[in-house]
């Protein structure tokens, strides 16, 4: 089994409609991260959370939010999606030596 | 700031050439040092890391990259290009010591492989 998963893998969806995405690992980290990826920009931090209580913005936050619900999940929320949110979103995890990430699969959200 | 240029956007090599993939980055400490690799489709997979010590790194795949503080670059290269390494390749950036864990990349570099 993956030890980083996101869902949906996948998603449609329509302008000003409320989005969630979600992830769970099995790495036992405690930091987590949402990026964002857009062609020719590389990847954008979006949100971070070092523990359940401690959470931070990113570098484009705007329009975003965070819920770390367990040390294992952190889900991201598009509270009123727009188009240009298109993209593909990964979340990732690190333990505390060196700040490797470890990164799911991706999911591509498109906002029509 | 921390930044991370990698100059070239696409790079098209043949099956068996060698590779070299440029990485630039800005940062006044030293700097953990990160490739990744990502295949169409797929979520990003570490190559191979640089913390400190020896400054010639060898990761997965036969990729190895150098440390070079005087050139302020990372370079990932290959003596030998497979066509399953035909992928994106990102370059990163850590805030090294103060170990908050975030990373900065770089824009990417395609590669294709012609056979």
């Known amino acids: 089994d993956a030890d980083v998963t996101q869902t949906p893998r996948n998603r449609i969806t329509k302008t000003g409609k409320r989005i969630m995405l979600e992830c769970s690992q099995t790495?036992?980290?405690?930091?987590m991260y949402w990026y964002r990826q857009d062609p020719g920009l590389g990847l954008q931090l979006i949100y971070y959370?070092?523990?359940?209580?401690?959470?931070n913005k990113g570098e484009i936050s705007d329009g975003y939010s965070v819920s770390r619900q367990a040390q294992a999940k952190f889900s991201l929320s598009l509270e009123s999606a727009i188009p240009n949110q298109t993209a593909l979103y990964f979340c990732?995890?690190?333990?505390?030596?060196?700040?490797?990430?470890?990164f799911g699969p991706g999911t591509r959200l498109t906002v029509l | 700031a921390q930044s991370v240029t990698q100059p070239d956007i696409h790079i098209t090599v043949s099956e068996g050439a060698s590779l070299e993939l440029r990485c630039n980055y800005s940062?006044?400490?030293?700097?953990?040092l990160f490739w990744y690799v990502q295949s169409p489709g797929q979520g990003l997979q570490l190559l191979l890391k640089?913390?400190?010590?020896?400054?010639l790194v060898q990761g997965i795949k036969g990729f190895e990259a150098e440390f070079k503080r005087s050139q302020s670059s990372f370079n990932l290269r290959k003596p030998s290009v497979h066509w399953s390494d035909a992928a994106e390749y990102f370059c990163?950036?850590?805030?090294?010591?103060?170990?908050?864990?975030?990373?900065?990349f770089g824009q990417g570099t395609t590669l294709q492989v012609k056979p």
């Open positions: 990732a995890t690190s333990d505390d030596v060196g700040g490797t990430q470890y």
């Open positions: 790495k036992g980290h405690d930091r």
């Open positions: 959370s070092f523990d359940v209580k401690d959470i």
């Open positions: 940062y006044g400490a030293t700097p953990y």
């Open positions: 640089y913390f400190s010590g020896d400054t």
């Open positions: 990163a950036v850590g805030a090294g010591s103060s170990n908050t864990g975030k990373l900065i």
